[in-house]
Nanobody, 123 residues
Framework: QVRLVESGGGLVQAGVSLRLSCVAS????????MGWFRQAPGKEREFVAA????????YYADPVKGRFTISRDDAKSTVYLQMNSLKPEDTAVYSC????????????????WGQGTQVTVSS
């Protein structure tokens, strides 16, 4: 029903910025919370950032606070993840997701997922 398509990943050097985008289709975008998760090789998927559907309140995982910014453009049905001061440990596949209702930091609470975009940060 809902499709999410990420873009903007790539290979960058440490300290550089990168912006990820996720375009949603198939439902009323503004009524849903949006989240970004990432998964590095050999590790479980972890929460990165989320934004609520009604008031745009944002939430961040501790490792990215002060460096990453999540935002949304409801007119474009798009959520963004601005990533500044990238570090090698940020290397992972980044996936956007969506759910109805309250924001969650748990991946299992989200209903729909994109295919992911690779972010690689070299030292």
């Amino acid at each position: 029903q809902v499709r999410l398509v990420e873009s903007g990943g790539g290979l960058v050097q440490a300290g550089v910025s990168l912006r990820l985008s996720c375009v949603a289709s198939g439902r009323t975008f503004s009524a849903y919370a949006m989240g970004w998760f990432r998964q590095a090789p050999g590790k479980e998927r972890e929460f990165v950032a989320a934004i609520s559907g009604n008031n745009g309140r944002t939430y961040y995982a501790d490792p990215v606070k002060g460096r990453f910014t999540i935002s949304r453009d409801d007119a474009k049905s798009t959520v963004y993840l601005q990533m500044n001061s990238l570090k090698p440990e940020d290397t992972a596949v980044y996936s956007c997701s969506t759910k109805f209702g309250l924001v969650s930091r748990r991946a299992a609470d989200y209903d729909y997922w994109g295919q992911g975009t690779q972010v690689t940060v070299s030292s």
